[in-house]
């Protein structure tokens, strides 16, 4: 069975500063990840996702996520907040035999001045 | 259109009421998704679509949760005699290439 596992359930960071937002997922194959971000009242949007190749990858915001298949993480980053970036994060796994995608309980993160 | 809709945003029904939520997806998006959504957790994994052909119905939670999309594009999730645990975020999605498109989906308050 596939899962995914946000340790943090809320953080706090200014603005400015860099952020690091948690994600180990349990998957039996090899996975597809995903970030998602979710604004209060809104659906979900993609930040970015991994399918293979480079375990660095890129996403929108100025966001970056890297796959580490060793430690089954799939943790995401971004060098200097802004107050925009206030929201709940998700990451979510499936895979190309798994159409259905598994979500973590969410991060929510607060930006303070 | 340019993106997931859903209607209703907000619905309040009266425990014992029957709903309809509607999902248009992405034109030309073959598959489509349902998840729900319950407060301070992330979404989950309600039923699937493919085309009109619904693949998996695994996640939804009783016989009172139905879902359809008879002509491969519009889906109605209907919820009968709704109680007050189905109170929810539902979420659609419709995907491409990998990537799943969310709509805003339809907060559910049964009261």
């Known amino acids: 069975a596939q899962s995914v596992t946000q340790p943090d359930i809320h953080i706090t960071v200014s603005e400015g500063a860099s952020l690091e937002l948690r994600c180990n997922y349990s998957y039996g194959a090899t996975p597809y990840l995903f970030w998602y971000v979710q604004s209060p009242g809104q659906g979900l949007q993609l930040l970015l996702k991994?399918?293979?190749?480079?375990?660095l990858v890129q996403g929108i915001k100025g966001f970056e996520a890297e796959f580490k298949r060793s430690q089954s993480s799939f943790n995401l980053r971004k060098p200097s907040v802004h107050w925009s970036d206030a929201a709940e994060y998700f990451c979510?796994?499936?895979?190309?035999?798994?159409?259905?995608?598994?979500f973590g309980a969410g991060t929510t993160v607060t930006v303070r001045a | 259109g340019a993106g997931v809709s859903q209607s209703p945003r907000y619905k309040v029904a009266k425990r014992g009421q029957d709903v309809a939520l509607r999902c248009d997806p992405i034109?030309?998006?073959?598959?489509l998704f349902w998840y729900q959504q319950a407060l301070g957790q992330g979404p989950e994994f309600l039923t699937y679509?493919?085309?009109?052909?619904?693949?998996?119905k695994s996640g939804l939670p009783s016989d009172r949760f139905f879902a359809e999309r008879p002509e491969g594009s519009v889906s109605t999730l209907k919820i009968q005699r709704t109680q007050q645990e189905d109170s929810a975020v539902y979420l659609c999605a419709s995907t491409e290439g990998g990537e799943a498109f969310f709509g805003q989906g339809t907060r559910l308050t049964v009261v």
């Open positions: 679509f493919q085309n009109e052909a619904q693949l998996d």
């Open positions: 991994y399918f293979s190749g480079d375990t």
């Open positions: 034109s030309g998006h073959v598959s």
């Open positions: 979510a796994v499936g895979g190309v035999s798994d159409y259905k995608l598994s």
